[in-house]
């Protein structure tokens, strides 16, 4: 049995996420026992990119955004990539459910574009992240700290830079997990 044994993951993505940015957090959060649901706003599959112009594996789609319930899971993941995000926060569906999540106190990890979602959802405001470093001054306009680490977390709220990043968003991702539920997590 592991840490998340009890627990049950949503991983929100559309096509063009980076590939291991998905790939790795499902496989550490499995191999810590949680139930993970990739969530998009279209059944079927979502495809990969390495990098900016490469489509690589395609990915099974749990649910769709509208099918999806935030108070069914104990937390949320948001891969990056350029397209993901971007396709993410064009839709009032994945921000709404996004917005549930802090609402609810419950811990959200994101990576690389990752946290242009949150940006979308109006939750960085005073918050601590880091991020890919194109996104540095939009973080930074929307009200956030932001910091040039491999992992940042603040209250429920994990963030890294890159691929590169993963061992230790991974590491913090399934900490926050295994807390559950901060006071400090707010929209």
């Given at each position: 049995?592991?840490?998340?044994?009890?627990?049950?993951?949503?991983?929100?993505?559309?096509?063009?996420?980076?590939?291991?940015?998905?790939t790795s957090p499902v496989q550490r959060l499995k191999e810590e026992g949680a139930t993970v649901?990739?969530?998009?706003?279209?059944?079927?599959?979502?495809?990969?990119?390495k990098g900016d112009h490469q489509w690589t594996i395609e990915v099974d789609v749990d649910k769709?955004?509208?099918?999806?319930?935030?108070?069914?899971?104990?937390?949320?993941?948001?891969?990056?990539?350029?397209?993901?995000?971007?396709?993410?926060?064009?839709?009032?569906?994945?921000?709404?459910?996004?917005?549930?999540?802090?609402?609810?106190?419950?811990?959200?990890?994101?990576?690389?574009?990752?946290?242009?979602?949150?940006?979308?959802?109006?939750?960085?405001?005073?918050?601590?992240?880091?991020?890919?470093?194109?996104?540095?001054?939009?973080?930074?306009?929307?009200?956030?700290?932001?910091?040039?680490?491999?992992?940042?977390?603040?209250?429920?709220?994990?963030?890294?830079?890159?691929?590169?990043?993963?061992?230790?968003?991974?590491?913090?991702?399934?900490?926050?997990?295994?807390?559950?539920?901060?006071?400090?997590?707010?929209s």
């Open positions: 049995m592991g840490q998340l044994s009890n627990r049950t993951i949503a991983v929100l993505s559309e096509s063009g996420f980076e590939e291991t940015e998905l649901h990739i969530i998009s706003s279209k059944a079927g599959k979502i495809q990969a990119m769709t955004i509208s099918e999806a319930n935030a108070e069914d899971y104990q937390g949320l993941v948001i891969p990056g990539g350029v397209l993901n995000p971007d396709a993410l926060r064009k839709n009032e569906d994945a921000i709404t459910f996004v917005k549930a999540f802090f609402e609810a106190g419950k811990p959200v990890a994101a990576i690389c574009h990752g946290p242009q979602v949150l940006i979308t959802a109006e939750v960085v405001e005073g918050r601590e992240l880091t991020s890919t470093k194109t996104i540095k001054i939009d973080l930074l306009n929307a009200g956030a700290e932001w910091y040039d680490q491999e992992v940042v977390v603040d209250q429920g709220l994990v963030t890294s830079r890159s691929p590169d990043d993963l061992p230790a968003f991974n590491d913090k991702m399934v900490e926050e997990f295994t807390e559950g539920v901060h006071e400090g997590q707010h």
